[in-house]
């Protein structure tokens, strides 16, 4: 069964870059098919798909977050990170990484279609 684990600091400065990593064991990051994505919820919000890493290392992004959001990898670590720019306060949420393992590249911008979730990790802007 696939286990994730995200790791990164808990406060972040407004204006700075936010990153955080999410290490995969019980399966590889490059197993075929797989998909790998961030995902956050906002303090009383819903959950908000921001991105995603295939096992090719092909990459979509949430329109909405695109310009300041990039996802990679290292195959070597089994490891997938995620990078936000420029944070504000409304950065501010509990941030997920998932695996998806059945299906269509297209139906991984929806937060459902993810079968395995880490703990989730809390990260707050603020100075």
């Known amino acids: 069964q696939v286990q994730l684990q995200e790791s990164g600091p808990g406060l972040v400065k407004p204006s700075q870059t936010l990153s955080l990593t999410c290490t995969v064991s019980?399966?590889?990051?490059?197993?075929?098919?797989?998909?790998w994505a961030w995902i956050r919820q906002p303090p009383g919000k819903g959950l908000e798909w921001m991105g995603v890493i295939a096992y090719d290392g092909s990459t979509s992004y949430s329109p909405s977050l695109k310009s300041r959001t990039s996802i990679s990898r290292d195959t070597s670590k089994n490891q997938f990170s995620l990078q936000l720019s420029s944070v504000t306060p409304e950065d501010t949420a509990v941030y997920y990484c998932?695996?998806?393992?059945?299906?269509?590249?297209?139906?991984?911008?929806?937060?459902?279609?993810?079968?395995?979730w880490g703990q989730g990790t809390q990260v707050t802007v603020s100075s």
């Open positions: 019980g399966g590889s990051i490059t197993t075929s098919f797989y998909g």
């Open positions: 998932a695996a998806d393992v059945n299906d269509p590249w297209s139906q991984l911008h929806l937060a459902s279609a993810y079968d395995y």
